[in-house]
């Protein structure tokens, strides 16, 4: 009941917030609604630019001309309902999305996976929001809200309308090689709430969002990239915990939906049967028992776990029969569209089952303001994606998910006049967190072990700690993701576990998961997660370490006996 309740309290504080953002008419009756514009669009298509509508094709401005003037002219070719781009540069994505809309006779959904927003494509350009899993920790869902403002803000510059966020699987698996850090954690009320605030946040700015991976793909350990994962839950499980947080958003009004590659045999006995192809999934659980009427989505159709068993374009058809509205990244765009045509004619599909479907589509473009849609302008781009007050906002983020383990104590007492040891740990340099606090502390020395430092090379650090009176370690998780393990060597981990029995105190710039490999660490008395190894976060913690900054984040996942959900003080 008090989960239920702090939700309750959240969504109407976000509802207050939702008041203040632009106005725009609600999404579920708006595409399911009939217009002048739709329909006169959809009456200049035939039965082939109707199925079309139903596909995107994958798109980069990273991968040279050539590649670019193929899909152009898949899109003029086959008139598709949309792109999906993903990695490349903020102007050069811009120039092929002038480009692909120009090329088409009905404006393109453009869509983008921004799950920590354009950083996750365009990490080089533009700004990366937190992991989900560090958002996971923050107690004030105001600043999620006012992110997911700013996300759509940068994507609409972009010319793009639809994120392929947020993932609201619960992840209480964590040796999943998939979600893990894209989740916000393991309690399904918390998912829910930063969930709900960070798909408000971006439809009140005016995108298109689709929750993901539907029925959940959090408690997996096989990536659906590479094979079939297979979830073994009841089905009364599966009701509980992993659609708690779909159901929940979709009474909120979800605009998109994002069905997974999984095999359930509670709900669908059919063997080797992806999620994404069951008609009782999609149809009867998504849209009639949880009342979905937006958007549904395919996960990406090129993946190993929808086409393994189902091959050679049998996949695309079965998706759409299952009740998909629209397939992301086809192996084959042409040749799903012949077979869809076939399946009318063979009566596994109606022509009603795709123009109604079509019609939602082009409702939603509607709803985006397709309908007078201009070129996007390079002028600023760059500057325009990267706004000071954006770049607070995401300090403030940072600041708020800093979670303190065991007492304050040590911080308490530091002294700055003390002789200080600062050593970070993973690295190959000194790092942005030890530079914040060097200025602050009169007599101190930096030491850098790289992950895979030398018994001579961790001696000689050992040796010269005698020294000093005061001792920060830092631990970082230098690898473009963090994962749930640190890639040290035995001879740093012992080393850890020397230093936790110490006066230190620890700042793990990782994978909160992290901790349990680090047998030991639990003795330390001051424990700072930072979640992720990046400059704001280091920041964050070393504003802690200087006494301008209280943590208030709690733990999103339970790491072992000694670590639960919900800790921080």
Not at 144 to 151: A, N, P
Not at 188 to 205: E, F
Request: hydrophobic share 45%; with cysteine.
């Amino acid at each position: 009941m008090l989960g239920k309740a702090v939700f309750v309290f959240t969504f109407s504080g976000l509802l207050c917030l939702s008041a203040l953002a632009q106005q725009r008419e609600a999404f579920i009756p708006f595409i399911n609604s009939e217009h002048a514009w739709v329909d006169s669009v959809f009456n200049t298509l035939n039965d082939r630019d109707k199925v079309a509508q139903l596909f995107m094709v994958r798109a980069h401005s990273n991968l040279g001309q050539r590649y670019i003037d193929s899909v152009a002219a898949v899109v003029q070719r086959e008139q598709l309902g949309g792109i999906v781009l993903f990695q490349g540069g903020p102007v050069r994505h811009a120039q092929v999305i002038n480009r692909y809309q120009q090329l088409s006779k009905v404006p393109l959904l453009v869509a983008f996976d921004g799950e920590w927003g354009l950083g996750m494509r365009l990490p080089d350009s533009t700004i990366s929001f937190p992991y989900q899993m560090t958002l996971g920790a923050v107690q004030n869902e105001a600043l999620i809200y006012q992110m997911g403002l700013e996300v759509a803000k940068d994507f609409r510059r972009m010319g793009m309308n639809i994120n392929f966020a947020p993932v609201v699987d619960i992840n209480n698996n964590p040796r999943n090689p998939v979600i893990n850090f894209r989740s916000f954690g393991e309690n399904k009320q918390n998912v829910t709430r930063k969930g709900l605030a960070y798909m408000r946040g971006m439809m009140d700015g005016g995108l298109v969002t689709s929750l993901k991976h539907f029925p959940g793909h959090g408690d997996t350990d096989v990536d659906s990239h590479y094979d079939l994962p297979r979830l073994n839950f009841t089905a009364g499980h599966l009701d509980s915990m992993e659609m708690y947080p779909f159901r929940e958003l979709i009474k909120a009004g979800a605009s998109g939906v994002m069905v997974a590659h999984m095999n359930i045999p509670s709900l669908d006995k059919t063997p080797n049967l992806p999620s994404s192809l069951s008609k009782h999934i999609v149809t009867n659980v998504l849209k009639k028992r949880l009342g979905f009427q937006g958007l549904t989505f395919t996960d990406a159709m090129d993946m190993k776990g929808v086409v393994k068993n189902f091959g050679g374009g049998e996949a695309d058809v079965r998706a759409i029969i299952a009740g998909n509205d629209v397939l992301e990244l086809s192996e084959n765009s042409a040749r799903a569209i012949d077979m869809v045509l076939q399946a009318i004619k063979q009566g596994r599909l109606t022509q009603q089952d795709i123009d109604t479907r079509v019609k939602k589509i082009i409702a939603t473009k509607y709803w985006l303001g397709l309908d007078k849609l201009s070129a996007v302008d390079l002028t600023n781009l760059y500057r325009d994606l990267n706004r000071p007050q954006t770049e607070a906002l995401n300090q403030r983020i940072a600041d708020a998910a800093v979670t303190l383990l065991k007492s304050d104590s040590l911080i308490k007492a530091i002294d700055y006049t003390r002789r200080t040891a600062i050593i970070s740990v993973g690295l190959a340099q000194i790092s942005e967190f030890q530079d914040m606090l060097g200025w602050r502390f009169d007599n101190h020395m930096h030491y850098v072990l790289s992950p895979q430092a030398t018994a001579d090379d961790v001696a000689a650090v050992a040796n010269e700690l005698r020294r000093f009176n005061q001792v920060i370690v830092a631990l970082h998780d230098n690898r473009v993701r963090p994962r749930s393990t640190l890639n040290y060597n035995s001879t740093v981990r012992l080393f850890i576990n020397e230093l936790a029995s110490m006066n230190t105190v620890f700042c793990i710039f990782a994978n909160p998961y992290s901790l349990a490999g680090l047998p030991g660490i639990e003795q330390a008395k001051s424990i700072l997660v930072c979640y992720q190894n990046d400059d704001i976060m280091q920041r964050a913690a070393a504003k802690v370490i200087l006494k301008r900054l209280t943590p208030s984040g709690r733990l999103p996942v339970t790491i072992n006996a000694f670590f639960r959900y919900g800790d921080g003080n």
